[in-house]
């Protein structure tokens, strides 16, 4: 049974930082795309950030680009996603996902992913 895990998401003030973890188990996740995703209410889901099986190619959106960094350590199944500098738009549910193939080009979307986690909310607060 596959399953993506999120954990380190909560409240924090605008400027702040978290670090959220995305546990996986039930698949070989070393070999796919990882990203992270999130949703705010009213809104579609977007991609926040991606990386490739080996951590040598990455995307960030243009919205977090320099603020937020993915990272992965494949010898324990985990991606992570620190993020800086916080603002309250970032307000959402960030879920971890786990893409089809070992490496993207471009901007990742949700149809290219196939597994999901349940979603970890973070909350900043101006």
């Known amino acids: 049974q596959v399953q993506l895990v999120e954990s380190g998401g909560g409240s924090v003030q605008a400027g702040g930082s978290l670090r959220l973890s995305c546990a996986a188990s039930g698949r070989t996740f070393r070999t796919y795309i990882m990203g992270w995703f999130r949703q705010a209410p009213g809104k579609e889901r977007e991609v926040v950030a991606a990386?490739?099986?080996?951590?040598?190619?990455?995307y960030a959106a243009d919205s977090v680009k320099g603020r937020f960094t993915i990272s992965r350590d494949n010898a324990k199944n985990t991606v992570y996603l620190q993020m800086n500098t916080l603002k309250p738009e970032d307000t959402a549910v960030y879920y971890c996902?786990?893409?089809?193939?070992?490496?993207?080009?471009?901007?990742?979307?949700?149809?290219?992913?196939?597994?999901w986690g349940k979603g970890t909310l973070v909350t900043v607060s101006s």
């Open positions: 996902a786990s893409g089809r193939k070992a490496d993207f080009s471009g901007s990742p979307t949700p149809d290219g992913m196939d597994y």
């Open positions: 990386i490739n099986w080996s951590g040598s190619n990455t």
